[in-house]
């Protein structure tokens, strides 16, 4: 089993930083590609930005330049670090990781962490 741990959501004004963890655990081979996703009220989760297992990442257009996803291999853990934040940011942040326990590699998901960008 593997089991992804997130950590770092909360509130913060307009304007503010957060930095969200991901940490993934359980018998693992290999932690390939990882990222971050949201979801609003009532609408599908929607990618914010991915990172393959060599750093080359991906970011959707409304958080470039803001938002920064890195990750520690050693660790199997990614972080999002949010600068910048805007209360349409506020959302229900979810990690996803492509995680190898044997022969293929399947997609897991933490349980999400919330974020909320408020005064």
């Known amino acids: 089993q593997v089991q992804l741990v997130e950590s770092g959501g909360g509130l913060v004004q307009p304007g503010g930083s957060l930095r969200l963890s991901c940490a993934a655990s359980?018998?693992?081979?290999?932690?390939?590609?990882m990222g971050w996703y949201r979801q609003f009220p009532g609408k599908e989760r929607e990618l914010v930005a991915t990172?393959?297992?060599?750093?080359?990442?991906v970011y959707a257009d409304s958080v470039k330049g803001r938002f920064t996803i890195s990750r520690d291999n050693a660790k199997n853990t990614a972080y999002l670090q949010m600068n910048s934040l805007k209360p349409e940011d506020t959302a229900v942040y979810y990690c996803?990781?492509?995680?190898?326990?044997?022969?293929?590699?399947?997609?897991?998901w933490g349980q999400g962490t919330q974020v909320t960008v408020s005064t």
């Open positions: 359980g018998s693992i081979v290999t932690v390939n590609s």
């Open positions: 990172i393959s297992r060599g750093s080359i990442t």
């Open positions: 996803n990781a492509y995680v190898r326990i044997s022969i293929s590699s399947k997609p897991y």
